[in-house]
């Protein structure tokens, strides 16, 4: 309009639209309906709940990656099945027929009533779907699969990744419904892996493993309602993924009598020290280059460890052997700790010498040969006792700090002091 029919002045009308007036009604700091939020849902799977940091938190988003055929499905379909106990759960799939996950279901022995399937990748069809359905629980499987039609680009872009991942965030806080995403991640280039979304999410669980081997390790990497760095481990059976008996020792292999080149060492992710294997085969090389190969094994802290050897040492014939490093299962570990075991198992490859499979040995190595402290010493020396371990090698920073009686402490300054004592 031009002109005001009331006041006759030309040209005086303001645009809004509709949406300008909108608004939405904030909740007091100390309403009940946070309360709600506060309870943690137990999925009743023990280390599955460890990692969670204490089970699901109503309202949250979390996010499962790993690569494909790992186990993601198998690990959702048996958490949305204990869910299902407690009410209706909605396991959505975009890559999967009702056949196929009903077998899967059969298999694990988690056929219910209450576990209602949607074959669809349509994400606003199945964020309306959710709000009619009210579920305990939605899995959606994976997200990579799921796209919006209001958006260009095919499912699986990056944008396509995100606008989903914000709709059902947003339908989880609004509505205090947990949903759980499950995030390919391939060995190679990660395009719209889950790295995109991880800001996005309140939970980012990645779930490891060599496929050809039964051990899976479950680990948070992001959490904000609990630690992170938490690892769980489980092993891939034929009733799904199975809380492993003793974690602590899934990653030894058992053997009496250790070969040469086999070393133990603990490491501590998140609140738990885990003892693993690590065993380095030395051979000498038939290529101008020496072969260095690793499998759970940080490849660039290997060449350090080796430099370091070479140098500290003397053990300048290195140059001449292949050198193969790997974890037992291929566990992978941020903690330096390992980085001591590494050098021990090589040395004992140079020296001809097996080390006990009773020692445990942790520590970072420095560039100068130097041993330092890591984090949870204390707690590998504790559990270690009484896992019947029987001798410790670990860093002299904790020399007058670890009082444990009944067990043997090494403390070390230097790589020479650890060659002193093994070899
Ligand atoms: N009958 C079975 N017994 C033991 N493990 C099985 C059986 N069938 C399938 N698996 C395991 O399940 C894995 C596939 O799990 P799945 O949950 O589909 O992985 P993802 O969803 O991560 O791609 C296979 O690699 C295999 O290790
Ligand atoms: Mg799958």
């Known amino acids: ?45 023990g280390e599955f709940d460890r990692v969670l940091g204490g089970g699901i938190v109503r309202g949250s988003i979390i996010l499962v990656g790993g690569e494909p055929g790992i186990g993601k499905s198998t690990l959702l379909l048996q958490i949305a099945s204990i869910f299902a106990k407690k009410g209706k759960v909605l396991y959505v799939s975009g890559e999967e027929s009702y056949l196929q996950i009903r077998m899967r ?32 629980l939605v899995v959606i499987d994976s997200v990579q699969t799921m796209f919006s039609p209001h958006l260009e680009g095919s499912a699986g872009s990056v944008t396509q990744v995100k ?15 947990p949903i759980m995403l499950v995030g390919h991640v391939t060995k190679g280039g990660i395009i719209a892996g889950p790295k995109t979304i ?28 609990g630690t992170t760095n938490e690892v769980g481990i489980f092993e891939m059976q034929e009733k799904g993924l199975i809380e492993a008996e003793n974690p602590m020792l899934t990653f030894i292999s058992g053997e ?22 690590v065993q380095a085969l030395a051979t000498p090389t038939y290529f101008p280059i020496p072969r260095r190969v690793v499998s759970g094994v940080d490849y660039n802290r290997l060449l350090l460890i ?13 140059g001449s052997f292949d050198i193969y ?71 002299s920073f904790f020399k007058d700090k670890i009082k444990i009686a009944g067990i043997d402490l090494n403390f070390v300054d230097n790589i020479k002091d650890v060659k002193e004592i093994l070899f």
């Not at 700091?29 to 943690?40: A, G």
């Open 1 to 45: 309009m031009g002109k005001c029919p009331e006041c006759d002045a030309w040209n005086s009308f303001i645009e809004i639209s509709e949406s300008n007036k909108e608004t939405i009604i904030p909740i007091s700091i100390t309403s009940d309906t946070i309360k709600l939020y506060e309870e943690r849902i137990k999925t009743g799977n």
């Open 105 to 136: 279901a059969k298999r694990l022995g988690t056929e219910l009533d209450n576990l209602y399937l949607l074959i669809e990748q349509n994400i606003e069809l199945i964020g309306n779907t959710i709000l009619q359905e009210d579920p305990v």
């Open 256 to 277: 009496n009598e250790f070969p040469i080149g086999s070393v133990i060492t603990a490491t501590f992710e998140g609140s738990l020290p885990i003892f693993i294997e």
């Open 163 to 177: 606008e989903c991942t914000r709709i059902v965030t947003d339908i989880a806080k609004k509505n205090g419904i």
């Open 306 to 318: 080796i430099a370091i050897l070479e140098k500290r040492l003397h053990l300048n014939k290195l």
């Open 325 to 395: 490093a790997n974890t037992v299962g291929g566990f992978k570990t941020q903690d330096r700790a390992i980085d001591l075991s590494i050098a021990v198992s090589i040395m004992s490859n140079i020296y001809e010498k097996s080390i006990s499979e009773k020692t445990v040995v942790f520590g970072e190595l420095g560039l100068g040969g130097e041993i330092r402290p890591t984090i949870g010493a204390e707690r590998k020396v504790m559990y270690g006792k009484r896992l019947g371990f029987k001798n410790f090698i670990l860093p």
């Open 198 to 225: 991880e800001h996005l999410v309140d939970g980012v669980f990645y779930l490891e493993g060599e496929r050809t081997d039964i051990k899976r390790i479950l680990r948070g990497v992001k959490n904000r309602f």
